[in-house]
């Protein structure tokens, strides 16, 4: 009997070395590729100025960040100049942080920066929790005013270390106009609508085209909000706190305004009101309690309101409804022909004179606000 030796062959396919990527088989050199390619375009903006890039630590700036985030920083020396708006970097309980600056000291070694938690100018939690920053090797005490809240202010001043002077984030599909546009300026002081990127100042606001930059309109005042081609804001008028509402088109470029704002004549329950100082101050003698006369956003440290009265009246009282929340004070104070006289505490006069003078102080710059609703002078 014939004995065959029987060969098995494995017909399988050959192994290949390399990595498997969903399925798919990458060969090592094609992963090298990949990977070196990945690396290299993270790192073409910094070819040739690698240093002083860094990632950011910004997270508190809401939407002006989309993605992954660098920035470059200058090191703050004792010439470098830092401005109120400028980014500034510094380390916190262990913690890089990077703020916004929002007053600067008179001798500029001191620089007031904006918080983390509630936003708005320069008014948040983070504010409250840090305050002034210095320079490094600041000779000068940090000011009186904006005052921090001191239970929660760090014990020792905290140096500010660097400015932000460039910012690039590679993976967020908007312009590169409005991308630092966003990063460089507080989310308030900007309104995106459409097309339209309009840039918000206090008497001019600035329309720019969102993807190229360019100017198309300036707006004769603070806009407050965008609705399709239609930019409201409010023009300044002789009154600060009573500004001009208005219109502006922004297809046609013509701007709508409301009436100006005129001093009305207010009767006095016990005299007649000659002459006012002050923001809003004819509101508080029109017996409406909806208007008022106030301190806050917008408004000087210290406001006043001056009431002259036609001749000398005697006076018992001065009786003021208002509300004042931390950090803002009222005082009243009366005078005679130039001669001040004495007020208590209860704004009690009980004298003949000729001046009554209120006084709203903003002692810090947190959420403070100061409102008088209706002053009462008394005979």
């Known amino acids: 009997m014939a004995t065959h030796n029987a060969e098995v062959v494995d017909r399988s396919p050959a192994q290949k070395t390399g990595t498997s990527l969903w399925g798919c088989q990458l060969s090592t050199k094609t992963v090298v590729a990949v990977i070196g390619a990945t690396v290299a375009l993270i790192a073409s903006p910094f070819a040739g100025k690698p240093w002083g890039w860094t990632p950011s630590y910004g997270g508190s700036y809401g939407d002006t960040v989309h993605s992954f985030v660098w920035v470059k920083e200058e090191k703050i020396s004792s010439t470098t100049q830092v401005n109120v708006g400028d980014n500034v970097a510094y380390f916190h309980n262990g913690h890089g942080a990077m703020k916004r600056v929002w007053y600067t000291s008179p001798d500029h070694q001191w620089f007031w920066v904006m918080g983390d938690n509630l936003g708005g100018e320069g008014e948040s939690g983070g504010s409250c929790e840090i305050g002034w920053i210095c320079r490094l090797g600041a000779t000068s005490q940090s000011p009186t005013w904006p005052e921090p809240n001191l239970e929660m202010a760090p014990e020792r001043p905290i140096t500010a270390r660097a400015v932000i002077v460039d910012f690039w984030s590679p993976f967020d599909r908007r312009s590169e106009f409005e991308k630092k546009t966003r990063f460089f300026h507080d ?131 001065v009786r003021v409804d208002g509300r004042y929340s931390y950090g803002t004070q009222l005082t009243v104070s009366a005078s005679l022909n130039g001669k001040k006289l004495p007020v208590s505490s209860d704004f009690n006069v009980n004298r003949k004179v000729d001046t009554i003078v209120l006084t709203l102080i903003q002692r810090c710059r947190q959420p403070v606000t100061g409102q008088v609703k209706e002053v009462d002078i008394i005979g």
């Open 187 to 317: 989310p308030d002081s900007y309104v995106v609508s459409g097309p339209i990127l309009v840039l918000v100042g206090k008497s001019v606001s600035r329309a720019y085209d969102r993807d190229t930059g360019t100017l198309k309109w300036e707006i004769p005042g603070k806009v407050t909000q965008v609705q399709g081609q239609i930019a409201k804001f409010l023009k300044p008028s002789a009154f600060i706190c009573d500004p001009i509402p208005g219109e502006f088109d922004l297809a046609t470029g013509k701007a709508t305004l409301a009436p100006e704002p005129k001093i009305a004549d207010p009767k006095l329950r016990s005299a007649k009101l000659v002459e006012t100082s002050g923001q809003n101050p004819v509101k508080v003698f029109d017996d409406d309690p909806m208007t008022v006369w106030y301190i806050g956003d917008g408004c000087r440290r210290v406001e006043t309101l001056t009431i002259r009265l036609p001749k000398p009246v005697t006076i018992k009282s």
